[in-house]
């Protein structure tokens, strides 16, 4: 069954510090979203991405926040100037309809 | 605007006894209702949907989940609990009339322990 696959699973990283998490959507997949989860806490979006531009963002998705698909495949987060706050668990999504969402397994982001 | 209630933070029942996680929720348009598990230090795992057409729809793992219109609740059950259901189960619900803008709107989660 095909996959969403996300690197890295895990990453940390020092407070002020650039990161990029990567993912690979599911080839025949037109809508690509973020959410993360901050430990213990509900899931939230963050950006949904469709026909090359942002579809869609929430508040938490400000200018530190920006995506990519730089390649026709790959779909990336890239989060500037990282705060203690931003640690959390970092899910992609793609989808098509009518078969639903289907999830990366995340990369637990650490912020130091 | 759209929301999703899961009432109960924890569920715990034993094992063989049948089992339900609550979800209600709140759209403008027809809805579109998912099921996710999370295991312990794993991603979203999705477990079943609704769509259109039958109200009762059936998922992975034997569990199945009853769209009720009316009350509009979207409550996931099983017949018969095995410990290894034991996970953190997330209701997510999506507006089918929100165009490209298909972003679910998540449940705060219900924690389910199945205890031997």
């Known amino acids: 069954e095909p996959e969403v696959t996300q690197t890295p699973s895990h990453q940390v990283t020092q407070m002020g510090q650039e990161v990029i998490l990567r993912c690979v959507p599911i080839?025949?997949?037109?809508?690509f979203y973020w959410y993360r989860q901050i430990l213990g806490q509900k899931v939230e979006f963050l950006v949904s991405?469709?026909?090359?531009?942002?579809?869609?963002k929430s508040e938490i998705f400000d200018d530190q926040f920006s995506v990519e698909r730089p390649d026709g495949s790959n779909f990336t987060l890239k989060i500037r100037s990282t705060k203690l706050e931003d640690s959390a668990m970092y899910f992609c999504?793609?989808?098509?309809?009518?078969?639903?969402?289907?999830f990366g397994s995340g990369t637990r982001l650490t912020v130091v | 605007a759209q929301s999703v209630a899961q009432p109960e933070d924890q569920v715990n029942v034993a094992e063989g006894n049948p089992l339900t996680v609550k979800c209600t929720y709140s759209?403008?348009?027809?809805?579109?209702l998912f099921w996710y598990v999370q295991y312990p230090n794993r991603g979203l795992q999705f477990l079943l949907k609704?769509?259109?057409?039958d109200n009762l729809v059936k998922g992975s793992y034997g569990f199945e989940a009853e769209f009720n219109k009316s009350q509009t609740s979207f409550h996931l059950k099983k017949p018969s609990a095995l410990v290894s259901d034991s996970a953190l189960y997330f209701c997510a619900v999506r507006d089918f009339n929100a165009g490209n803008n298909r972003k679910l709107i998540w449940g705060l989660g219900t924690s389910l322990g199945v205890n031997p």
């Open positions: 759209v403008s348009g027809n809805p579109y």
């Open positions: 991405f469709y026909n090359n531009e942002i579809s869609e």
């Open positions: 999504a793609s989808s098509e309809q009518p078969r639903g969402y289907t």
């Open positions: 080839s025949n997949h037109l809508y």
């Open positions: 609704y769509i259109t057409g």
